[in-house]
């Protein structure tokens, strides 16, 4: 009895070797069917498929297992080759952690923007005057910062609300940079626009609702500059990282990635910060992230909490709204710091940063 014992385990065991061996052989075959999908830009999942394979398998299957037993080793076996295929996925990837295991750091003007120090880019949502962006640069000067933001084209959600002064609002821009020494970021809207605005800024924004203007993101990769892209409205860190890789892949390495916040089914504020995202996108990517604290609340009363926060978990840099009277904004009113909320705010900041330096 003990002897057939034994044997039958033998045996047992040899079946084990042949399975692991078929196993892997499959996996192989599922890495090269992978690789093909992402040269023909297939969905690497492919549900109608799986399904066929199932019916194959179990069509005139007679057996001890019951055939749903059978159906979840297979559906185990085909979810393991898909893992297999988004691994490979992500090292092929340019923007990959494995691609490239050592961070990238973005120059913009002399500020190395993922160096492990956290940066800041403050101003108004939009350009409005001269008079009302050199009060904020002041301001930003006297911080000791170097980044400064400005909208001159305003993708807004109604067509009659302010939408910038466009090249004229760029050139304000660069007016007033260039009298304090900052370094200007701002959202560019259109492939077309890329051209002239690089003249005017140091770094190109790419908005939430263009992160998937693929067309805008290629002439963003094309061009010699810094970019900011921000994270879509409802976009997966997926697809997030996929629209860097689009820049990325013209040759424009440097980028720098901007959770802003998406939309869920809560209120209680604009969007609803993923603070989440963050790790993920430094454990997946070599680029460095900011987090927008404005767009992602709506409010005033929240930015110094999540800023904190973002700090906390590890951002690279924080962006966020000031304007010399919010009251009389033509944008985003509500969510924009004043001249001594802004004081107020970046005093507690300071606080963090002696303490991360001590």
Same mark, same amino acid.
């Given at each position: 009895?003990? /002897? ?57 299957? @007679? &057996? ?77 000067? !006297?911080?000791?910062? /170097? ?20 090249? @004229? &609002?760029?050139?304000?821009? /660069?007016?007033?940079?260039? @009298? ?18 690089? @003249? ?19 002439? !963003?990769?094309?061009?010699? /500059? ?24 013209? &040759? ?57 926060? !973002?700090?906390?978990? &590890?951002?690279?840099?924080?962006? !966020? ?38």
């Amino acid at each position: 009895m003990s /002897k057939d014992l034994s044997e039958l385990r033998k045996q047992i065991d040899e079946i084990n070797m042949q399975m692991l061996e078929l196993i892997n052989e499959r996996g192989r075959i599922a890495q090269e069917i992978g690789k093909v999908k992402i040269s023909q830009g297939v969905n690497r999942y492919d549900p109608v498929r799986e399904r066929a394979m199932l019916n194959k398998i179990t069509e005139d299957y @007679e &057996g001890p297992y019951e055939v749903s037993t059978i159906q979840h080793i297979f559906k185990e076996i085909f979810k393991a080759a898909l893992e297999l295929q988004e691994d490979d996925h992500r090292k092929a990837l340019l923007v990959s952690r494995k691609k490239q295991p050592q961070d990238t750091i973005v120059n913009v003007k002399g500020e190395e923007v993922g160096n492990g120090r956290p940066h800041f880019v403050f101003g108004p949502c939009a350009v409005e005057s001269y008079e009302q962006v050199a009060e904020v640069a002041k301001a930003v000067k !006297a911080k000791g910062l /170097k980044l400064l933001r400005g909208g001159a084209f305003k993708p807004r959600t109604s067509p009659y609300d302010f939408q910038g002064l466009g090249i @004229e &609002g760029l050139k304000i821009l /660069k007016q007033v940079a260039d @009298e304090f020494d900052l370094a200007t970021i701002s959202e560019i809207v259109t492939p077309n626009d890329i051209e002239k605005a690089v @003249e005017y800024i140091d770094v190109i924004q790419i908005g939430a609702r263009n992160m998937q203007n693929f067309e805008l993101l290629k002439a !963003a990769g094309q061009v010699n /500059k810094p970019v900011l892209l921000k994270r879509g409205l409802a976009a997966t860190i997926d697809e997030f990282i996929n629209a860097a890789e689009y820049i990325m892949a013209q &040759g424009n390495g440097q980028i720098i990635l901007c959770e802003r916040g998406i939309r869920t089914y809560e209120k209680a504020t604009r969007n609803t910060l993923d603070i989440s995202a963050v790790p993920i996108l430094k454990q997946e990517t070599h680029l460095p992230v900011f987090v927008d604290v404005t767009h992602s609340t709506g409010r005033r009363d929240l930015l110094l909490p999540t800023a904190k926060a !973002a700090l906390a978990i &590890g951002a690279d840099g924080v962006m !966020a709204e000031v304007h010399p009277d919010p009251a009389v904004a033509l944008s985003d009113a509500a969510q924009q710091m004043d001249l001594n909320q802004f004081d107020a705010f970046y005093a507690e900041i300071e606080k963090i940063l002696q303490l991360q330096r001590a």
